[in-house]
């Protein structure tokens, strides 16, 4: 089956009404668990689908595993966040911390969503989506700032590490129940990251000029 084929596949599952209720009120059930308290490692498939009204072979037809649940929320979520970047907030010259602004002031109206993936579920549930959007913004920012590609390895790192800060923002913003706005998380985040950012692609590009 090639790409195009699993694509065309998957968008006429999306666009079936009675696919979309099911996978949506299995990731509602989901959701309400964690919320309330229920660890996911203790988390069944048996259990979510009977909070959802779904069998198990429903659950199944619509998600491999109860980690492809959360994922694929968060996905939709930043892939939402990452059609508003316009390629005005990535050029490095600018500083009214828009980029930044936006991600958060979004994870701040998602939050009752969010909250309960960011509190109980494994870091790497978080990072894995939050990885493909991030490197999808850094070849952007390459292109928009017109600096050389970076390396693979250091692209990989680089991504790595902006995904891990921002798990590890949103996971001590949760801690602390939410007392600072957005607006302030978004400045600190914007006054750690984007200089380093820079500063790794800027480097590439005296290196490519003195070789």
Same mark, same amino acid.
């Given at each position: 089956?090639?790409?195009?084929?699993?694509?065309?596949?998957?968008?006429? $599952?999306?666009?079936? =009404?009675? /696919? +979309?209720?099911?996978? *949506?009120?299995?990731?509602?059930?989901?959701?309400?668990?964690? @919320? &309330?308290?229920?660890?996911?490692?203790?988390?069944?498939?048996?259990?979510?689908?009977?909070?959802?009204?779904?069998?198990?072979?429903?659950?199944?037809?619509?998600?491999?595993?109860?980690?492809?649940?959360?994922?694929?929320?968060?996905?939709?979520?930043?892939?939402?966040?990452?059609?508003?970047?316009?390629?005005?907030?990535?050029?490095?010259?600018?500083?009214?911390?828009?980029?930044?602004?936006?991600?958060?002031?979004?994870?701040?109206?998602?939050? $009752?969503?969010?909250? =309960?993936? /960011? +509190?109980?579920?494994? *870091?790497?549930?978080?990072?894995?989506?939050?990885?493909?959007? @991030? &490197?999808?913004?850094?070849?952007?920012?390459?292109?928009?700032?017109?600096?050389?590609?970076?390396?693979?390895?250091?692209?990989?790192?680089?991504?790595?590490?902006?995904?891990?800060?921002?798990?590890?923002?949103?996971?001590?913003?949760?801690?602390?129940?939410?007392?600072?706005?957005?607006?302030?998380?978004?400045?600190?985040?914007?006054?750690?990251?984007?200089?380093?950012?820079?500063?790794?692609?800027?480097?590439?590009?005296?290196?490519?000029?003195?070789?």
């Amino acid at each position: 089956m090639t790409m195009a084929t699993i694509s065309t596949s998957n968008a006429q $599952a999306t666009a079936d =009404p009675r /696919i +979309r209720r099911s996978e *949506a009120a299995i990731q509602q059930a989901l959701l309400e668990r964690l @919320a &309330a308290g229920r660890p996911f490692d203790a988390l069944t498939v048996s259990e979510v689908a009977e909070h959802a009204g779904v069998t198990r072979k429903t659950f199944y037809a619509r998600f491999g595993s109860l980690e492809q649940v959360v994922q694929r929320r968060l996905e939709a979520l930043l892939q939402d966040i990452a059609t508003h970047i316009d390629d005005d907030m990535l050029v490095f010259s600018r500083s009214n911390h828009s980029l930044a602004l936006l991600v958060f002031q979004a994870y701040e109206a998602h939050w $009752a969503a969010l909250a =309960p993936f /960011i +509190r109980h579920c494994p *870091a790497g549930l978080f990072t894995d989506p939050v990885t493909g959007v @991030a &490197a999808t913004l850094l070849d952007r920012l390459v292109e928009i700032n017109r600096v050389p590609p970076l390396p693979e390895g250091d692209k990989a790192y680089l991504v790595a590490l902006v995904a891990s800060a921002v798990h590890g923002v949103l996971s001590a913003w949760a801690r602390r129940d939410f007392a600072e706005p957005a607006e302030q998380v978004a400045l600190l985040v914007d006054a750690v990251l984007l200089p380093g950012v820079r500063g790794v692609l800027t480097r590439a590009d005296r290196q490519t000029a003195t070789t």
